[in-house]
């Protein structure tokens, strides 16, 4: 009679992480990943996330300090998901890896080991990926990695808001869409949306009028109507007609406006609606092709598209592969600089292009643009700026 051969120490620490992870509470997590240092070979586990502005690497280790993002060697690793490597005073070696959930950038680890071998590598980046899959799992109930992400206090509003919004980032090997909100802890009604299926990306954004909560209820009426109606299998115009006749009868006294669009994994078809907004951006070869998506506006999603009576409206362009198409509310252009003046359509233009002319991947550029916006404006904005970029990415033809 056959016997089952003893499993192998990497995959009996596997099982036994997998284990722990799903039973463990949030903040005790550092400590299950300390348990596995040793058994892979490394004297030391550290566990940063990033904070919401993503200024910040802080370690869910009580008594370390924060990394910044910008200057330190764990923050390069985090701008481009690679491994970096450091040595630190005391002689042993630090090696910074990735925590990515999907496309989802959450944070770094450190591994600190005075020899660093292919072996030690590749069982530091298995723990990482369940790592990474474990804090996904617990933040969405969890006020202690809420509250590790944070900086100062968040008003009520942006904290209905923010529990409302989906991952920072979602993708696959054909698509990316990529998104950020400021001001961070302040607010009043810019949202967006992002959905992945098997062969189309979702996305949208949505400015409601005002600063205050009932411009919050605004973008959440916006949001569930926008997501049950696609969830139903609604085309374009549909949907925002759903969302329409939502908010004209729940919130008459209320309006928005916003895109939503969608994008044809297969061959790159981009339909949107642009109801009352500023008309996406189109880059392509690092510049941004003037008024590629500039279209007839049609009315604000609410009871002005009630009255106007107007059939709404879907336009549709091929994009090529590597485009990207950036949506963006009025704050962000409209953002006063220091000395008085706006930020403006030109400047931004010019952000774009020189996030597109590094190289750097979708979701960095979209931090640094934001990052340059907020410098100008030393951080204080007086309406909200939400990004969203989409980029389309095929594989090549197989020849």
Not at 19 to 34: F, K, S, T
Request: aromatic fraction near 4%.
């Amino acid at each position: 009679m056959a016997t089952d051969s003893p499993a192998p120490p990497c995959e009996r620490l596997l099982e036994e992480l997998l284990a722990e992870a799903h039973a463990v509470a949030p903040m005790d997590l550092p400590l299950v990943v300390n348990r596995c240092a040793h058994a892979i070979g490394v004297e030391e586990l550290v566990v940063y996330l990033v904070d919401i502005q993503q200024r910040h690497l802080v370690p869910l280790t009580d008594g370390l300090p924060a990394i910044d993002l910008e200057t330190a060697v764990a923050g390069s690793t985090y701008r481009a998901l690679e491994l970096r490597v450091e040595e630190s005073a005391d002689g042993s070696l630090i090696a910074w890896l990735p925590l990515v959930d999907g496309a989802e950038r959450l944070g770094v680890i450190g591994a600190r080991t005075k020899t660093l071998d292919s072996a030690r590598l590749r069982r530091c980046r298995m723990l990482a990926s369940v790592l990474a899959m474990a804090i996904t799992s617990k933040r969405a109930f969890s006020d202690a990695f809420a509250r590790h992400a944070r900086t100062e206090p968040m008003d009520l509003p942006t904290e209905m808001l923010r529990s409302l919004l989906p991952p920072r980032t979602i993708g696959n090997s054909q698509a990316i869409s990529t998104a950020v909100v400021e001001p961070a802890y302040h607010v009043g009604g810019d949202a967006f949306d992002h959905s992945l299926t098997r062969t189309t990306l979702y996305a949208a954004i949505f400015d409601s009028m005002g600063h205050n909560l009932a411009s919050g209820l605004t973008s959440a009426v916006a949001l569930a109507g926008c997501r049950n109606a696609r969830r139903a299998g609604a085309e374009l115009p549909e949907l925002v007609r759903t969302i329409d006749e939502a908010l004209g009868r729940w919130l008459p006294e209320q309006y928005c406006t916003g895109v939503v669009a969608q994008l044809d994994l297969a061959d790159g078809t981009f339909r949107w609606c642009n109801c009352g907004h500023p008309p996406p951006l189109l880059i392509r070869d690092q510049r941004v092709l003037d008024q590629a998506l500039e279209r007839t506006p049609q009315p604000p999603m609410g009871m002005p598209a009630e009255l106007a009576g107007t059939p709404r409206e879907a336009h549709e362009v091929t994009l090529e592969p590597g485009d990207r198409v950036l949506l963006y509310t009025d704050g962000v252009t409209e953002a006063r600089i220091e000395g008085g003046s706006e930020f403006g359509l030109d400047r931004f233009t010019d952000s774009i292009i020189r996030g597109a002319a590094a190289g750097e991947l979708a979701p960095e550029a979209l931090r640094r643009i934001i990052h340059s916006i907020l410098d100008h404006k030393k951080n204080q904005l007086r309406d909200d700026a939400t990004l969203l970029l989409i980029e389309w990415r095929p594989p090549p033809p197989r020849p």
